[in-house]
């Protein structure tokens, strides 16, 4: 069965510094693109951040560069968010994709997979 599990998501004050883990079962993502997404209640999904296939391109939001980085251990089978300085508005459910074909740095949406997502939540 080919899958991936988000976690790590939290509820934490202005400022927190959780880190989302995204992992793979079933295939390996270490030839995929991989992207953070989220949705904030009432919004649409918003693109958060990207590591390209082969050669780890990384890509940000505006909304979040420098503020979050995104890595991947294709040994363990997972890419990893780590998040900082967080701030309310950053609060949302988190998924990740995965596809093994590119639109950019990020995976074309069309036919990727995606987890089931993982929730932050920031206090002010």
């Known amino acids: 069965q080919l899958q991936l599990v988000e976690s790590g998501g939290a509820s934490v004050q202005s400022g927190g510094s959780p880190t989302l883990s995204c992992v793979a079962s079933g295939f390996n993502l270490d030839t995929y693109s991989i992207g953070w997404f989220r949705q904030a209640p009432g919004k649409g999904r918003e693109g958060v951040s990207c590591i390209s296939g082969r050669d780890s391109i990384t890509y940000y939001a505006a909304s979040v560069e420098g503020r979050f980085t995104i890595s991947r251990d294709n040994g363990k089978n997972a890419v990893y968010l780590q998040m900082t300085s967080l701030k309310p508005e950053d609060t949302g459910r988190y998924y990740c994709?995965?596809?093994?074909?590119?639109?950019?740095?990020?995976?074309?949406?069309?036919?990727?997979?995606w987890g089931q997502g993982t929730q932050v939540t920031v206090s002010s």
């Open positions: 994709a995965a596809n093994a074909k590119g639109a950019g740095t990020c995976p074309q949406l069309v036919r990727a997979y």
